[in-house]
Nanobody
Framework: QVQLVESGGGLVQPGGSLRLSCAAS????????MRWFRQAPGKEREFVAQ???????IHAGAVKGRFTISRDNRRNTVYLQMNSLRPADTAVYYC???????????????WGQGTQVTVSS
């Protein structure tokens, strides 16, 4: 089994910062792309950022210049540094990864359970 576990969410004032982490564990052979998504109340889940194994990254327009995705391949962990947070960033943040389990020939997509980020004064 493969598990992704997010952490680092919480309540922060507008203009503040948070750093989210997502650690993958279990029966892992390799991990390709890792991503962050978010879902605000009453809205569809939306893409936030993506990073390849070689740390090439892309960020959604709404977060570009404020959020930075990074990863530590030795720890199978992806991070999301969020600066200059706004109330509109309030959402449940999910990580997602393309994982090749041991003994399996193809990559499969796994999701974490999500972590709440609330930006409010």
């Amino acid at each position: 089994q493969v598990q992704l576990v997010e952490s680092g969410g919480g309540l922060v004032q507008p203009g503040g910062s948070l750093r989210l982490s997502c650690a993958a564990s279990g029966n892992i052979f390799s991990i390709n792309d890792m991503r962050w998504f978010r879902q605000a109340p009453g809205k569809e889940r939306e893409f936030v950022a993506q990073i390849s194994w070689s740390s090439e990254s892309i960020h959604a327009g709404a977060v570009k210049g404020r959020f930075t995705i990074s990863r530590d391949n030795r720890r199978n962990t992806v991070y999301l540094q969020m600066n200059s947070l706004r109330p509109a960033d309030t959402a449940v943040y999910y990580c997602n990864a393309d994982v090749k389990p041991k003994g399996v020939t193809d990559y499969r997509v796994y999701w974490g359970q999500g972590t709440q980020v609330t930006v409010s004064s």
